[in-house]
């Protein structure tokens, strides 16, 4: 019986906070309507420009960070980018003022004139311009309240981000070795010709001069003393094999520990993480193929 | 409301003032912070001014403490997030140019350095004249070539010196090297750029910038 009072109080009541969360809940969708809209008319659906989409949260912040992420993106196809005024940063400008300012305001100056209201007092502006303020303001703090949990989620993929970026940066150094390797593996081959021609091979001994290829070969000038004939070396946290299959083929192998642990490759038989290559070289051609 | 109208004003300029200044979305964002935290302080102050408890105050206070702090929280993550993911894009792409430059060397070196050492007693070719065998453009001595453009935006040259010698250069059209005054073969500057000297007895790789 008293919630069918209640209830009837609130539906006659315009400032009543169910009413309240209504307008507020009827201004976010207007908002976001409104902004979608805008990033069609603006002409925003390019897409080079993944900010399109991070415009209807309304933070400035994911604004901003929108703007540098495309500003990188025009870069890495060598656009000058940086610190060019556009629509995107009035849009942060804006987003800044409304969000910090206009949204905050109109919310201290609704709840008030609300409480005046209620007590009878009179208020320019009357109920619409109170439901405005309320709505508007409201739907801004709203928007701005579950900034920190986005943040949170957002450094967690961060963090699995850079994990990720160090191995593939190792991946990329461990390519670059045996790439180098592979192409000092073919000088090695070439320059074991007979002076008169022919007789170019990785496998046999030539007028004495050298034995099969070794890692010494491959490794080039200050690497240490790896001139082994058991054709294995670790450098750091990387590992490299040759086996020479026939005179004018032969097989590298590169591994690398995954640092920090949990690269997508199975553990080795170690029991560490380990991201591996291997390189077919022929005398002319080099075919590099990542093991998964 | 004309408060509010000037705070607005000082955020904008501050703002639009930094970003013109240094470019950078960034500072423009922290610098228009500083106003905008003293319109919220003074917001706050007034807004519990009159018909609020100290208790209510305090709680109110806390509140708004929470909401800033988690706000800044926000900020900082998705300042040092986007800017790492914008620097990386960079990286990736120099990573991409330097490994397209190597390759793009190696491939137009190798076969010449095969056919100079497969040569037949009594032929007898320079280093140079192999070159233009397979490369048939008119390799003058010391002038520099355009091999080939590739489709990652990079350019490869060559140049041949005393006849024993040919340096191939590649050239990034897009990735900066570290030094921002190094001359580049094209004639720019501080643009990547690493050369391979092929000479009889090897090949030797270097990243020039």
New interface residues.
């Given amino acids: 019986m008293k919630f069918r009072i209640d209830l009837q109080r609130a539906v006659k009541d315009p400032l009543h906070g169910i009413w309240i969360a209504c307008y507020i809940g009827a201004a976010m969708i207007a908002l976001g309507a409104v902004q979608e809209s805008f990033v069609h008319v603006a002409g925003w659906g390019d897409p080079a420009i993944p900010i399109a989409h991070a415009v209807l949260p309304a933070?400035?912040?994911?604004l901003?960070?929108?703007?540098?992420?495309a500003?990188?993106?025009l870069?890495?196809?060598?656009h000058t980018a940086?610190?060019?005024?556009s629509g995107y940063?009035t849009t942060?400008?804006m987003a800044?003022?409304i969000s910090?300012?206009?949204g905050?305001?109109l919310l201290?100056w609704g709840?008030?004139a609300r409480?005046r209201h209620r007590q009878q007092i009179a208020v320019r502006g009357g109920v619409p311009a109170i439901a405005a303020a309320l709505a508007l303001g409201g739907s801004t703090l709203a928007a701005?309240?579950p900034?920190?949990l986005?943040?949170l989620v957002?450094?967690r993929t961060?963090t699995m981000?850079?994990r990720d970026?160090r191995h593939s940066e190792a991946l990329?150094d461990l390519?670059?070795e045996l790439?180098?390797m592979a192409?000092n593996a073919?000088?090695e081959y070439?320059?074991s010709?007979e002076?008169?021609?022919?007789g170019?091979t990785w496998l046999t001994p030539v007028h004495g001069r050298k034995g099969p290829l070794r890692m010494c070969d491959l490794l080039g000038p200050g690497r240490g003393p790896q001139c082994t004939e058991s054709a294995h070396v670790t450098i750091g946290r990387q590992m490299f094999s040759l086996r020479i299959e026939r005179a004018d083929s032969l097989t590298l192998h590169g591994l690398v520990v995954c640092e920090p642990p949990g690269c997508p490759a199975p553990a080795d038989t170690s029991g560490q993480d380990t991201l591996s290559m291997v390189v077919g070289v022929t005398?002319?051609n080099v075919n590099m193929i990542f093991e998964e | 409301m004309g408060w509010?109208v000037f705070?607005?004003f000082a955020?904008?300029a501050t703002?639009?003032l930094t970003?013109?200044t240094?470019?950078?979305?960034?500072d423009?964002?922290f610098a228009?912070a500083v106003p905008?935290g003293l319109?919220?302080l003074g917001?706050f102050l007034?807004?519990t001014r009159k018909?609020v408890t100290p208790r209510q105050r305090v709680t109110l206070l806390f509140v708004v403490a929470l909401?800033c702090?988690?706000?800044a929280?926000?900020?900082?993550?998705?300042?040092?997030?986007?800017?790492?993911?914008?620097?990386?894009?960079?990286t990736?792409?120099d990573?991409i140019q330097?490994?397209l430059m190597?390759?793009s060397v190696?491939d137009r070196a190798?076969?010449v350095?095969?056919a100079?050492?497969?040569?037949?007693?009594p032929e007898n070719k320079s280093m140079t004249e192999v070159f233009a065998d397979l490369y048939p453009s008119i390799m003058e001595k010391n002038a520099t070539i355009l091999l080939d453009s590739l489709d990652g935006?990079v350019n490869v040259y060559a140049r041949s010196t005393w006849g024993a010698m040919v340096v191939i250069t590649s050239v990034s059209?897009?990735g900066h090297g570290m030094d921002p005054e190094f001359r580049n073969v094209d004639g720019r500057r501080g643009y990547l750029q690493s050369c391979l000297r092929l000479t009889p007895?090897?090949?030797v790789?270097e990243v020039q910038n």
Avoid: K
Wanted: glycine content about 10%.
């Fill in positions: 933070q400035p912040a994911v901003a960070g929108g703007i540098e992420v500003e990188g993106i870069q890495f196809s060598g940086r610190g060019v005024w940063v942060t400008l800044m003022l910090y300012m206009v905050p305001a201290v709840i008030r409480a701005v309240v900034a920190p986005y943040a957002s450094h961060y981000l850079e970026h990329d390519s670059v790439y180098v192409r073919q000088v070439h320059r010709g002076p008169r021609g022919g170019h005398p002319l | 509010l705070s607005v955020v904008a703002f639009v970003f013109i240094t470019g950078d979305i960034w423009a964002m228009a905008v319109f919220l917001l007034r807004a018909n909401i702090i988690g706000v929280g926000h900020w900082m993550v998705m300042h040092s997030m986007t800017r790492w993911q914008h620097d990386q894009l960079l990736v792409r990573r330097r490994s190597v390759s190696y190798t076969p350095f095969s100079f050492h497969s040569q037949r007693f935006g059209s897009v007895e090897g090949m790789y």
